[in-house]
T-cell receptor, first 113, second 116 residues
Framework: NAGVTQTPKFQVLKTGQSMTLQCAQDMNHNSMYWYRQDPGMGLRLIYYSASEGTTDKGEVPNGYNVSRLNKREFSLRLESAAPSQTSVYFC????????????FGPGTRLTVT | AQSVTQLGSHVSVSEGALVLLRCNYSSSVPPYLFWYVQYPNQGLQLLLKYTTGATLVKGINGFEAEFKKSETSFHLTKPSAHMSDAAEYFCAVRGGYAGNNRKLIWGLGTSLAVNP
């Protein structure tokens, strides 16, 4: 099992460019999450998907969109990147329904210039 | 509303010394509590968790934590620090039962440095 995979690992964008961060899992997670991590601010939830076909906003959704393509894949899109979106992005899946235990991917380090 | 406070954003210990990382929480539902560790340039991984039952829980790498309901605390300890324990540690509590609360509430993290 690959677990939770994220692509790309690193990305540099110019302000206004768009991109999609990909996340895939082979652990049969129902619920999946996108976080951003910034120094001194811990983990902040951007969006989550409780199950296939559903998505909900977290605490910092502005400037992002998500798509739960199927049970395995949960992508995060930046339509018009801004320097404030420079961050490390993590995708996670909930190991068992109702466990609240999350399994994380390795992260994508994004820089917006 | 649920919240998590980690006391001390940076903790430094000597190799072989006791590690104590503090976490206090507030929760309107019976808490599920978690400690995660993040090594440099990696994702987070679960160290240990408390859901129900025994209040002293043991995790990986010799860490343990005790759930104290009266103190609303879930402090992480390790008797003897190792250089490889240097990492960022996050405490988290479940947000609630259903709907938009079905997620984790995170503390801001504590960076642990281990000195030789």
């Amino acid at each position: 099992n690959a677990g939770v995979t994220q692509t790309p690992k690193f990305q540099v964008l110019k302000t206004g460019q768009s991109m999609t961060l990909q996340c895939a899992q082979d652990m049969n997670h129902n619920s999946m999450y996108w976080y951003r991590q910034d120094p001194g601010m811990g983990l902040r939830l951007i969006y989550y998907s409780a199950s296939e076909g559903t998505t909900d906003k977290g605490e910092v959704p502005n400037g992002y969109n998500v798509s739960r393509l199927n049970k395995r894949e949960f992508s995060l899109r930046l339509e018009s990147a801004a320097p404030s979106q420079t961050s490390v992005y993590f995708c996670a899946g909930e190991t068992r329904q109702g466990s609240y235990e999350q399994y994380f991917g390795p992260g994508t380090r994004l820089t917006v210039t | 509303a649920q919240s998590v406070t980690q006391l001390g954003s940076h903790v430094s210990v000597s190799e072989g010394a006791l590690v104590l990382l503090r976490c206090n929480y507030s929760s309107s539902v019976p808490p599920y509590l978690f400690w995660y560790v993040q090594y440099p340039n990696q994702g987070l991984q679960l160290l240990l968790k408390y859901t129900t039952g025994a209040t002293l829980v043991k995790g990986i790498n010799g860490f343990e934590a005790e759930f104290k309901k009266s103190e609303t605390s879930f402090h992480l300890t390790k008797p003897s620090a190792h250089m490889s324990d240097a990492a960022e540690y996050f405490c988290a509590v479940r947000g609630g039962y259903a709907g938009n609360n079905r997620k984790l509430i995170w503390g801001l993290g504590t960076s642990l440095a281990v000195n030789p």
